[in-house]
């Protein structure tokens, strides 16, 4: 189809535009200020559109009451609704035109109800928030709204960033390392968190969230250390096998001290005791909003690895070949998983093979692109703490168990598996 180009040129600049786009576009926006006046004139009290006029102009039109129902009331709503359509709509062309699909749109593939959970939640963590005051505080006082908003939302919330730290981290550390049995449990890096969460409150008593949470990456991180050099020790280096095996030794050491302490301070085992099993009982936005940002920081380092991981995961030497500097990679991750692992530590105390069990199960959707394993398997880990925490509930009814009970009952099976089916020396 032939088109007829208007042409405009000036000293600096020169463009074409279609001649049927500038009378098309003055009646759009002929319609769209009609229907601001409508929307202006039309309720409960009536305006003329001549006294709408004059009050948007500053016109007095001898009715005071006209300003505070325009200005207040009617004004702010038209251009609301004027923005919102105006964004779901550039919104919509431009997801169609990305994807090539007729059918795109925010709220078919779930942009919508991922903003509204967002906004749900910053509406429970912060309803004191002027903007949010009224529709919160007619529910104050009853009885649902004080379980949701104090036990049962923390609760959850606590159960979404363990899972999905604990998966993306086991992620990480089976693609750099090359090891399907690699897990922040299985290694030794959540036992040591929790030794150094025990001896602390061993020796200084009921210490603060804040410090409990530091003394977690402390010992998280002596630890990935500490069994990469002890694989690195081994016949043919950090192995699978070797990290391994290094990781499976020192767990029982920590494990073994962790124990004396207990046995020795009955007061520190009282105070901890359910949870050195994994339990997710008792938390609260305090514990919460402690660990939040270390588990978001680390979780935004390690969606930015994907790529380099991905390539790590074919072999260091192919990665060097490659121009990646593998050795910046590594320290990178670890960080991840040294944030990842101590806070979901600190918030739930050591929750097993979820690291190891959830890599695997996104490997069966997506191969080796770790752009894509990484945020699947927040997801995945997420759901799946979740579906452990409430059969933790409901099994044994009104006794609860221990989430990281449960998680074990699924993960050692499949850790056997893997023992067995996956890994060489």
């Given at each position: 189809?032939?088109?007829?180009?208007?042409?405009?040129?000036?000293?600096?600049?020169?463009?074409?535009?279609?001649?049927?786009?500038?009378?098309?576009?003055?009646?759009?926006?002929?319609?769209?200020?009609?229907?601001?006046?409508?929307?202006?004139?039309?309720?409960?009290?009536?305006?003329?559109?001549?006294?709408?006029?004059?009050?948007?102009?500053?016109?007095?039109?001898?009715?005071?009451?006209?300003?505070?129902?325009?200005?207040?009331?009617?004004?702010?709503?038209?251009?609301?609704?004027?923005?919102?359509?105006?964004?779901?709509?550039?919104?919509?062309?431009?997801?169609?035109?990305?994807?090539?699909?007729?059918?795109?749109?925010?709220?078919?593939?779930?942009?919508?109800?991922?903003?509204?959970?967002?906004?749900?939640?910053?509406?429970?963590?912060?309803?004191?928030?002027?903007?949010?005051?009224?529709?919160?505080?007619?529910?104050?006082?009853?009885?649902?709204?004080?379980?949701?908003?104090?036990?049962?939302?923390?609760?959850?919330?606590?159960?979404?960033?363990?899972?999905?730290?604990?998966?993306?981290?086991?992620?990480?550390?089976?693609?750099?390392?090359?090891?399907?049995?690699?897990?922040?449990?299985?290694?030794?890096?959540?036992?040591?968190?929790?030794?150094?969460?025990?001896?602390?409150?061993?020796?200084?008593?009921?210490?603060?969230?804040?410090?409990?949470?530091?003394?977690?990456?402390?010992?998280?991180?002596?630890?990935?250390?500490?069994?990469?050099?002890?694989?690195?020790?081994?016949?043919?280096?950090?192995?699978?096998?070797?990290?391994?095996?290094?990781?499976?030794?020192?767990?029982?050491?920590?494990?073994?001290?962790?124990?004396?302490?207990?046995?020795?301070?009955?007061?520190?085992?009282?105070?901890?005791?359910?949870?050195?099993?994994?339990?997710?009982?008792?938390?609260?936005?305090?514990?919460?909003?402690?660990?939040?940002?270390?588990?978001?920081?680390?979780?935004?380092?390690?969606?930015?690895?994907?790529?380099?991981?991905?390539?790590?995961?074919?072999?260091?030497?192919?990665?060097?070949?490659?121009?990646?500097?593998?050795?910046?990679?590594?320290?990178?991750?670890?960080?991840?998983?040294?944030?990842?692992a101590g806070s979901s530590v600190s918030l739930a105390g050591p929750i097993g093979f979820i690291g190891l069990?959830?890599?695997?199960?996104?490997?069966?959707?997506?191969?080796?692109?770790?752009?894509?394993?990484?945020?699947?398997?927040?997801?995945?880990?997420?759901?799946?703490?979740?579906?452990?925490?409430?059969?933790?509930?409901?099994?044994?009814?009104?006794?609860?168990?221990?989430?990281?009970?449960?998680?074990?009952?699924?993960?050692?099976?499949?850790?056997?598996?893997?023992?067995?089916?996956?890994?060489?020396?």
């Amino acid at each position: 189809m032939k088109v007829d180009w208007l042409v405009i040129r000036s000293e600096t600049i020169s463009f074409r535009i279609d001649r049927r786009v500038p009378p098309i576009l003055l009646c759009l926006a002929v319609a769209v200020v009609v229907a601001m006046v409508m929307n202006l004139v039309r309720g409960e009290y009536p305006i003329s559109p001549l006294d709408i006029v004059k009050t948007v102009l500053g016109i007095d039109t001898g009715n005071p009451d006209h300003a505070f129902v325009i200005y207040n009331l009617r004004l702010p709503r038209t251009l609301v609704a004027f923005m919102v359509g105006m964004a779901l709509a550039v919104s919509g062309t431009i997801f169609q035109g990305i994807t090539r699909n007729p059918l795109a749109d925010p709220g078919i593939i779930g942009i919508n109800a991922g903003a509204g959970l967002a906004a749900v939640t910053v509406i429970v963590l912060f309803p004191s928030a002027p903007i949010y005051t009224l529709p919160v505080s007619a529910f104050v006082g009853s009885y649902e709204h004080l379980v949701i908003q104090t036990v049962r939302l923390p609760r959850s919330l606590v159960a979404l960033l363990v899972g999905s730290a604990l998966a993306v981290s086991g992620a990480l550390m089976q693609g750099l390392t090359r090891n399907p049995l690699a897990d922040p449990g299985i290694l030794g890096i959540e036992s040591r968190a929790a030794l150094a969460v025990v001896a602390t409150i061993f020796v200084f008593g009921s210490s603060s969230l804040s410090v409990l949470t530091t003394v977690a990456f402390l010992g998280a991180g002596v630890t990935a250390m500490l069994v990469y050099f002890l694989g690195s020790l081994g016949k043919g280096g950090a192995t699978p096998l070797n990290i391994t095996v290094a990781g499976a030794a020192l767990t029982a050491l920590i494990s073994s001290l962790t124990t004396a302490i207990l046995i020795v301070s009955q007061r520190t085992l009282e105070e901890i005791r359910f949870w050195l099993a994994g339990s997710l009982a008792g938390r609260d936005f305090n514990i919460l909003l402690s660990a939040l940002p270390f588990v978001m920081i680390g979780l935004v380092v390690a969606f930015a690895l994907g790529r380099q991981i991905t390539t790590m995961s074919l072999g260091e030497d192919v990665a060097k070949g490659l121009g990646q500097q593998t050795a910046w990679v590594k320290i990178t991750t670890a960080i991840s998983v040294v944030l990842l692992a101590g806070s979901s530590v600190s918030l739930a105390g050591p929750i097993g093979f979820i690291g190891l069990v959830v890599p695997h199960i996104v490997r069966f959707f997506i191969k080796a692109d770790y752009r894509w394993i990484l945020p699947y398997s927040a997801v995945v880990g997420a759901t799946l703490i979740l579906v452990a925490d409430v059969a933790a509930r409901v099994l044994l009814k009104p006794q609860e168990l221990p989430v990281g009970v449960m998680t074990a009952l699924v993960g050692a099976p499949f850790f056997v598996y893997l023992a067995k089916s996956k890994v060489k020396k």
